[in-house]
C-alpha cells in the first residue's frame, strides 16, 4: 500500500559502523530535529547514519558516524574513500540542497552505490522520500505517523476505484488492454457454439473383385 505523510519538519536516518550488503547509508546535516529522525530510523531500518557540519564551501567539514551507541568522528580522507566501511553499501542518500551539502563529499561516488539527494530537510517530505527509498511497510508508516503526529494518506485509493468489483451495478467500466478500450455496457456476450451436426452414416466401400487371367495351355506337340 503506498502512503505519503501530510505535515512538519525533519529527516534522516543511521545505525551500525558498517553499512550492512544491501544497506543503505544516509548522509545528512547535523541539525537537532534531521538527527532525531535519522537515530529513529538507524534504531528501526537499520541504516548507517552520517552527520556532517559545514556546508557547500566548507574545505574540511566535520563528519561523524553513528555506531548504533554513540557517535565516532571520521576523518574526511577516509570518508571520501569509504573507509569507515566495511563493505560498500546498495545505496547512499546525500541529505541537502546544493547549499548545504560541501563539495568536499564529491568522490564518494566511488563507494556510495546508488546515490540519490534529498533537497529537502522538513519532515514530511524528507520522509516520504526515506520511506521510498527504504520501502517502508504499512507498519513503518502508521509508526512515523504517530511518532511525529503525521497524517497518512492512501495514495491508492483512487486507484482501488477503477476495479469492475467497486463500480455501481450497470455503470459503465472503461476495460483496458493492450491499447483496447472498451466498456462493459458494449461488450457483446460470447458467440454461441456452432449448432452441433450429425455426421451422415457412412456408405459402404464397393470392392470389386479382380479379374484373373487364365494363362494359355499349350497342346502337347503330335509326331
Do not use: C
Amino acid at each position: 500500500m503506498k502512503k505519503q505523510f501530510g505535515v512538519l519538519a525533519a529527516v534522516l536516518l543511521g545505525t551500525n559502523w558498517a553499512a550492512l550488503a544491501g544497506g543503505t547509508v544516509v548522509v545528512a546535516p547535523a541539525r537537532y530535529n534531521v538527527m532525531q529522525v535519522g537515530l529513529d530510523l538507524a534504531a528501526r531500518n537499520g541504516v548507517t547514519l552520517v552527520s556532517y557540519q559545514g556546508e557547500a564551501t566548507t574545505a574540511k567539514p566535520l563528519i561523524h558516524v553513528w555506531n548504533g551507541q554513540e557517535w565516532n568522528f571520521v576523518a574526511l580522507e577516509d570518508f571520501q574513500a569509504g573507509k569507515f566501511l566495511s563493505e560498500k553499501p546498495k545505496q547512499t542518500v546525500v541529505v541537502g540542497d546544493e547549499q548545504m551539502v560541501p563539495q568536499a563529499f564529491a568522490p564518494i561516488s566511488a563507494w556510495a552505490g546508488q546515490q540519490q539527494t534529498i533537497r529537502a530537510i522538513e519532515t514530511e517530505a524528507l520522509l516520504n522520500q526515506l520511506g521510498t527509498a527504504l520501502k517502508f511497510r504499512d507498519a513503518d508508516w502508521q509508526w512515523y505517523a504517530s511518532r511525529y503526529n503525521l497524517k497518512l494518506q492512501d495514495l491508492n485509493a483512487p486507484k482501488r476505484k477503477t476495479s469492475i468489483y467497486d463500480q455501481p451495478f450497470g455503470q459503465p467500466f472503461t476495460l483496458k488492454h493492450r491499447g483496447m478500450t472498451q466498456k462493459t455496457s458494449e461488450i457483446q456476450p460470447p458467440a454461441p457454439p456452432p449448432a452441433k451436426t450429425e455426421a451422415a452414416e457412412p456408405k459402404p466401400a464397393v470392392v470389386e473383385a479382380p479379374v484373373l487371367e487364365t494363362p494359355p495351355v499349350e497342346k502337347p506337340a503330335t509326331k
